[in-house]
């Protein structure tokens, strides 16, 4: 009996000899334990060692494997093939970014967004180490977990149509992890935050499309990071109308 | 320090957008269904009855409100839809779009202090 | 080596190629629906204003068939608005009791039965 296959097409671009990408089809045995990252690792390591494409953990933790596996981004070593099966799999790169090559992107725009909310506790006052631990309750804790959870894979900007349309847009993961520094008892830096979270490029570009949290493979849920942003930021906004004189 | 005076419209889109989700199904259902075709009398908008209803200041605040909150709701949200279906984020429609809102208010304001 | 990153462009079709994202807009073009409903009101009201026969009028022209097509579309999209605008509730406001995460289908709840209260309540008053 001959083995399943099942074919996986995806989009290559070589920048010193491409002028566009292209899709190249490609066929690998079918086993239905297998993720799509797997039948990745197959074709480099037995069909083109040309392809190129990140990975670390195969585990859902690095974060590195997002890739748009017929045209949603997911997590590649999370996207099991019995789910696709037989029906070919399209494989891109994620959206929204530019394509460093094959399915390599270029992320500098994260990361620089991500600096720039100050994804850090900035306590009000450093303290000193014999002043032993900032404690914290589990209830206090639970008001932000979720948001710690994120592990920058991107996969909410690939799903945004206001990145896409509007590349200054801070966008979801960054501006859900301003939101967890916010809400945690042992950080003070808010205000700083807000000078990014609250300015035009900030939350306010988001129409509550919600598919980042769709597709947030760590139930991040940014879009209700970035809605509680607005309330916040517009409460702020009245309270500064209403008392010019009071701090800031 | 206003870091963005986003959030005036934005709080206007969020008001309009809850009072409108409450209201206007069964607003459009009265008077665009119910009674044009039968299903209620036509005494629930007849002439007498509207104008004692649009002379009461208090029913002239709550008027106002059902049509000025939806109406920049619906603003900024077809100057954001617009922008999603590839117009540039500009002046021009920025400007139409809350121009056709304001304008709008006001013949609403208009309408209603004078009846 | 040169690097020459190449960016994709987003097609302006681009909220067709997911149902999703189809959705979206269909809830995003509720605002053309009831932007004209509260121009319509102003209508009314100023037709209203200038006396018992032109009002007679308004209410003649809201019984003819493009505005009764008109009214049903507004309907649906003014439900598409109400249903999509009480799932998002919850986002904006997460609600916790000590240490537990409450889900958000109690506050959904809650919208829906003010809404049906509050409907209720127009349509008793419109009939009284
Ligand atoms: S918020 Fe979710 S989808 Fe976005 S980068 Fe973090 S883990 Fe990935
Ligand atoms: S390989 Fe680490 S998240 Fe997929």
């Not at chain 1, 290559?12 to 002028?19: K, L």
């Not at chain 1, 390599?104 to 006052?125: G, N, R, W």
């Not at chain 3, 807009?25 to 509260?38: K, L, P, Q, T, W």
Request: proline fraction near 6%; charge should be positive.
């Amino acid at each position: 009996m001959t083995e399943p296959t099942l074919q996986v097409e995806i989009l290559r671009y070589r920048p010193e000899t491409d002028q566009d990408p292209a899709f190249q089809t490609y066929t690998v045995p079918y086993r239905d334990d297998w993720v799509v990252l797997d039948a990745l690792n197959h074709i480099k390591d037995n069909i083109d060692r040309t392809l190129s494409y990140r990975w670390s953990c195969h585990m859902a933790v690095c974060g590195s494997c997002g890739m748009m596996i017929n045209g949603e981004p997911k997590l590649s070593c999370h996207a099991f093939l019995r789910d696709y099966y037989p029906n070919k799999i399209r494989v891109e790169p994620l959206n929204n970014f530019p394509i460093e090559r094959d399915l390599v992107t270029v992320t500098d725009d994260f990361m620089e967004k991500l600096e720039s909310v100050k994804p850090y506790v900035i306590p009000k006052q450093e303290r000193a180490v014999d002043e032993g631990p900032h404690l914290q309750t589990p209830a206090q804790l639970n008001t932000f977990k979720q948001y710690t959870m994120c592990i920058n894979c991107l996969l909410c900007y690939a799903a945004c149509p206001q990145y896409g349309l509007t590349p200054d847009f801070v966008g979801p993961a960054a501006l859900a992890l301003a939101h967890r520094y916010n809400l945690d008892t042992r950080d003070a830096g808010r205000e700083q935050r807000q000078e990014i979270a609250a300015s035009n490029e900030g939350v306010w570009d988001c129409t509550f499309v919600g598919e980042c949290s769709q597709v947030c493979p760590k139930s991040v849920d940014p879009a209700a990071a970035i809605q509680q942003t607005k309330i916040a930021s517009t409460i702020d906004w009245y309270k500064a109308l209403l008392n010019p004189w009071g701090k800031r | 320090m206003a870091k963005s005076n986003k959030p005036i419209v934005w709080s206007l889109f969020a008001g309009g957008g809850m009072l409108s989700a409450f209201v206007t199904p069964v607003l459009i259902f009265i008077t665009g269904l119910a009674v044009p075709l039968g299903l209620m009398s036509l005494d629930s908008l007849s002439y007498d009855r509207m104008l004692v209803l649009a002379q009461n200041p208090i029913a002239k605040i709550v008027l106002f409100a059902v049509i000025f909150l939806p109406l920049w709701h619906a603003a900024h949200r077809l100057l954001t839809t617009l922008h999603d279906l590839g117009l540039p984020k500009g002046r021009i429609a920025m400007t139409l779009c809350y121009g056709a809102a304001a304008l709008g208010s006001i013949a609403a304001a208009v309408v209603l202090l004078r009846i | 080596m040169s690097r020459k990153p190449y960016l994709r462009k987003m097609p302006k079709s681009w909220w067709l190629a997911q149902r999703r994202y189809t959705s979206y807009m269909a809830r995003e073009m509720s605002c053309v629906f009831i932007g004209a409903y509260s121009v319509l009101i102003v209508l009314g009201l100023y037709r209203l204003s200038q006396g018992r026969a032109e009002y007679g009028a308004f209410l003649d022209a809201l019984q003819s068939p493009p505005s009764l097509v008109f009214h049903a579309a507004a309907l649906v999209f003014a439900l598409i608005h109400t249903v999509s605008w009480f799932s998002l509730a919850p986002k904006a406001m997460p609600l916790q009791i000590g240490e537990k995460k409450l889900s958000g289908g109690p506050v959904v709840l809650a919208h829906y039965a003010v809404w049906v209260v509050v409907s209720a309540g127009v349509l008793l008053v419109a009939r009284i």
